[in-house]
């Protein structure tokens, strides 16, 4: 069984910063894209920004330059880095990866989430 684990969220004021992280474990093989996601009550869920196993990244349009996304595959954690956040950022951010538990069997993770919240 895998898990994702996000932690970082809090409440932060406008123009500061937040590190989300979101770790995976359990029996893995390899992860490969992995998804930040973000939602707010009574809205879609939205892409925020993703990550390929080979390291390639897109953004959405709303955060480009002030959000960045890595990955540690030592630890089997990807991270987002949130700069510069605006009132409009908050919401309850949730990771997705597809991981491998073989070669050859892989599906789709969701975490928990983690809530952000950006005062102004």
């Known amino acids: 069984q895998v898990q994702l684990v996000e932690s970082g969220g809090g409440l932060v004021q406008a123009g500061g910063s937040l590190r989300l992280s979101c770790a995976a474990s359990g029996s893995i093989f390899s992860i490969d894209t992995v998804r930040w996601y973000r939602q707010v009550p009574g809205k879609q869920r939205e892409l925020v920004a993703a990550?390929?196993?080979?390291?390639?990244?897109n953004y959405a349009d709303a955060v480009k330059g002030r959000f960045t996304i890595s990955r540690d595959n030592a630890k089997n954690t990807v991270y987002l880095q949130m700069n510069s956040l605006k009132p409009e950022d908050t919401a309850v951010y949730y990771c997705?990866?597809?991981?491998?538990?073989?070669?050859?069997?892989?599906?789709?993770?969701w975490g928990q989430g983690t809530q952000a919240t950006v005062s102004s």
């Open positions: 990550i390929t196993g080979g390291g390639s990244t």
């Open positions: 997705n990866a597809v991981v491998r538990t073989t070669p050859i069997v892989g599906r789709d993770y």
